[in-house]
Nanobody
Framework: VQLQASGGGSVQAGGSLRLSCAGN??????MGWYRQAPGTERELVAT???????NYADSVKGRFTISRDYAQKMVYLQMDSLRPEDTAVYYC?????????WGQGTEVTVSS
């Protein structure tokens, strides 16, 4: 599985960004996003399971929305009300037949 992420950038606090990730394989059960800020471990942001279940980190609930386009094998992350603490490299993630795959990171910078 190859994952191609896009949509990062710089924005002021309170602004919005939309991340996109394209997969190239069928039978992906979970797609989602993780992030890693400098000096920290990679952490879950949000995931979307093929049964429609979504999961969010507490820190982004109510501000971020994950969605999938199954036909196009895409996953999106709409990020609203961004905060400086959302600054990180965001990684697209996929789980397919018990194996995890990662895309290249896309950087998000939120200034105060």
């Amino acid at each position: 599985v190859q994952l191609q992420a896009s949509g990062g950038g710089s924005v002021q606090a309170g602004g919005s960004l939309r991340l996109s990730c394209a997969g190239n394989s069928a039978m992906i059960s979970v797609m989602g996003w993780y992030r890693q800020a400098p000096g920290t471990e990679r952490e879950l942001v949000a995931t979307a399971v093929s049964d429609g279940t979504t999961n969010y980190a507490d820190s982004v609930k109510g501000r971020f929305t994950i969605s999938r386009d199954y036909a196009q094998k895409m996953v999106y992350l709409q990020m609203d009300s961004l905060r400086p603490e959302d600054t990180a490299v965001y990684y697209c993630y996929a789980l397919r037949v018990g194996k995890s795959y990662w895309g290249q990171g896309t950087e998000v910078t939120v200034s105060s």
